[in-house]
């Protein structure tokens, strides 16, 4: 894998520019979830173009609705996946709440207990679902159905296929979102252009996963 490449392809494209600003402009609109179902669409198109062998130039931001659509369905698919971590944290709730109704010391010391095995659990399912994510990304991506992409043998198939370089592309993908931090610098509307820029190194990167690795009946292209 090309990891260099990943964080300037983007550049090679005549009119990154303006498409690197709509990106911007659509992740600055996900603070109020609206840009979040664009922003992912568009990073599923960049890890199939990618796979398929194309990172000379970005997609366009064209067909606004296929890219929405796109992106919602993996959102759904990401917020099901999820559903175990708001359980858990409405478990928490619950116990606490019945901790800061008691002056029982042996049911307070028992809600401790619970919630401390609740957290770990937490814990544990959150870093579970972190390291699945961009498989079910890259899944999503080349198959383009619900179904299939919610199998989680199938997903596991994905972070087996080289399991080394998968966990690189979650550090890689993880400093590149840090190095996007400066952004700070060019005040609010830079933190979302260098966002965005960090999004598309992690997609490239997931195409070239994909497209080296994976490849197999789920390679599918458009």
């Known amino acids: 894998m090309d990891y260099g490449k990943s964080f300037s392809f983007m550049f090679k494209d ?14 600055l609109l996900s603070v109020i979830l609206v840009g979040i179902p664009f922003v992912l669409g568009y990073m599923l198109e960049v890890i199939r173009r990618v796979a398929g062998g194309n990172d000379q130039e970005l997609p366009a931001w064209d067909n606004l609705g296929e890219k929405f659509v796109d992106g919602l369905k993996l959102l759904v698919i990401l917020l099901i996946v999820s559903i175990p971590l708001w359980l858990l944290a409405c478990v928490m ?9 008691t002056n029982s010391d042996a049911l307070t010391t028992l809600v401790a207990l619970v919630n401390i095995l609740v957290w770990l659990l937490n814990f544990l399912y959150g870093l579970v679902f972190a390291i699945f994510m961009p498989a079910f990304m890259i899944r999503y991506a080349m198959t ?5 992409t919610l199998k989680i043998g199938e997903a596991w198939n994905v972070v087996r ?9 979650l550090v890689v993908a993880y400093l590149a979102t840090l190095v996007a931090s400066i952004g700070v610098i060019a005040c609010v509307i830079g933190v979302f252009l260098t966002m965005f820029w960090a999004y598309l190194v992690e997609a490239h990167l997931l195409g070239q996963y994909q ?4 490849r197999g ?4 292209i458009g």
């Open 217 to 220: 009946p789920a390679f599918k």
């Open 14 to 27: 005549k009119d990154w520019l303006m498409k690197v600003i709509m990106g911007g402009v659509f992740a």
């Open 93 to 101: 709730g619950v116990f606490n709440g019945i901790a800061a109704n």
């Open 144 to 148: 383009r159905d619900f179904g299939q």
């Open 211 to 214: 497209q080296k690795y994976v």
């Open 161 to 169: 296929a080289n399991i080394g370089n998968y966990i690189l592309i």
